[in-house]
C-alpha cells in the first residue's frame, strides 16, 4: 500500500468534512435570514429558498389512529411518504391522522450559475 495515496485520502476527506460543515453553517445564516420562500439573483447565481411543511408522525398515535391495524404491516414505521400514499389511495383519510404528527417549516437552499448565452 502506498502510504503517501493513503495520507493524501486522508486529508482530502478532512478537507471535505470542513467544507460541508462551512457549507451547512453558511445555508444556516443564508436560511435565517429569510422567513418565507425567496428568489434572486446575485452576480453569476440565482438563488432560491423554498421552505416546505415537513410531517413527523407519533408511531404510537400513528397505530392507534389506523381504521386497519394491518395497515401498520405496509407502513411498519411512520413513514411520512408512505402515508401519504395512503391518503392519496384512500385508504386513510387525512382527518383521522390529526394528532398524529407535528410539522416542521424545512428550508431548502438551490443555488445555481446563471447560464448566459454566448454573444455572437
Known sequence: ????KLNRYCQLKTQ?????DEL????RDITGEFAQDAE????????KLIYQEKRHYNDRLL?????D????????????????ALVKADLLNEKSLTGTYTTARIPYLYVTPVVREAQS
Open 63 to 67: 397505530i392507534d389512529a389506523l381504521p
Open 40 to 47: 434572486f439573483s446575485l452576480h453569476d447565481y440565482t438563488l
Open 69 to 84: 391495524p394491518e395497515l401498520w404491516k405496509v407502513l411498519f414505521k411512520a413513514d411520512p411518504a408512505k402515508i401519504s
Open 24 to 27: 451547512e453553517q453558511l445555508r
Open 1 to 4: 500500500m502506498n502510504i503517501d
Open 16 to 20: 471535505i468534512k470542513q467544507w460541508e
